[in-house]
Nanobody, 121 residues
């Protein structure tokens, strides 16, 4: 069983940056970031494979967000730049026992508790 703990959320202004961290209790393979805004379904944001050599992003964040990982620290990151009010959501990290980038939520085995990101205009 792998436990995931997100951190780094907060309240920022539009145009600011934040870096989210996802600390795992053990080794993970594919890691993904998802978000859920109030009144909306949880949606895919970004994913990275085990080696970090393959990533994939939602169109809404492409060019602004960067997913990365440090396997020595069992930690994944989501660097978020040029934040917009529509990025406001609870951000979740997830881990899968597969080794390639994954978009579908159902393919992830482990989930964190989420961290709130609020972007004011």
């Amino acid at each position: 069983q792998v436990q995931l703990v997100e951190s780094g959320g907060g309240l920022v202004q539009a145009g600011d940056s934040l870096r989210l961290s996802c600390q795992a209790s053990g080794r993970t393979f594919t890691v993904g970031w998802f978000r859920q805004a109030p009144g909306k379904e949880r949606e895919f944001v970004a994913t990275i494979n085990w080696s970090g050599g393959s990533t994939y992003y939602a169109d809404s964040v492409k060019g602004r967000f960067t997913i990365s990982r440090d396997n020595a620290k069992n930690t994944a990151y989501l660097q978020m730049n040029s934040l917009k009010p529509e990025d406001t959501a609870v951000y979740y990290c997830a881990a899968a026992t597969l080794s390639f980038p994954i978009v579908r939520q159902n393919d992830y085995n482990y989930w964190g508790q989420g961290t709130q990101v609020t972007v004011s205009s």
